[in-house]
């Protein structure tokens, strides 16, 4: 049977956000808005847990990761699997947006945050 595409089910999240109590409210409100979340706090475990989770309708990543930054992330998950989109959500934009489908302050409510991920799944996997 062949897989169903993301729009089909509930949408899973592949949130990476290395301050654990950030991570934490935000797996929350996502959780409390209808999606499933998987969790990272590093750019390695992120991979690892794309590369084991092929259901992952998108990556919502901070831009600083520990040394590294999601724009590094944002090009390797691209290599793997370039239709997931990836939106960056951080307090600081990154310098480019090559790689990267979207991006959202961490200073907007999580309303915001929520329709914007919401949006885009719903245009990648239509």
């Not at 310098?95 to 245009?123: C, H, Q, Y």
């Amino acid at each position: 049977m062949p897989a169903q595409s993301p729009i089909h089910r509930t949408p899973l999240i592949l949130h990476v956000e290395d301050d654990n109590a950030q991570a934490e409210t935000l797996r929350s409100i996502l959780e409390g808005s209808g999606f499933s979340v998987r969790q990272a706090s590093t750019v390695e475990d992120a991979l690892r847990l794309f590369q084991q989770e092929t259901a992952v309708s998108l990556v919502l990543a901070d831009h600083m990761l520990g040394g590294k930054t999601g724009t590094q992330l944002a090009a390797q998950i691209k290599k793997i699997r370039p239709t997931v989109p990836v939106v960056m959500h951080s307090g600081t934009p990154p310098v480019s947006m090559r790689n990267i489908d979207g991006f959202i302050d961490k200073g907007e409510p999580p309303a915001t945050l929520v329709v914007f991920i919401a949006e885009l799944i719903r245009r990648f996997w239509s």
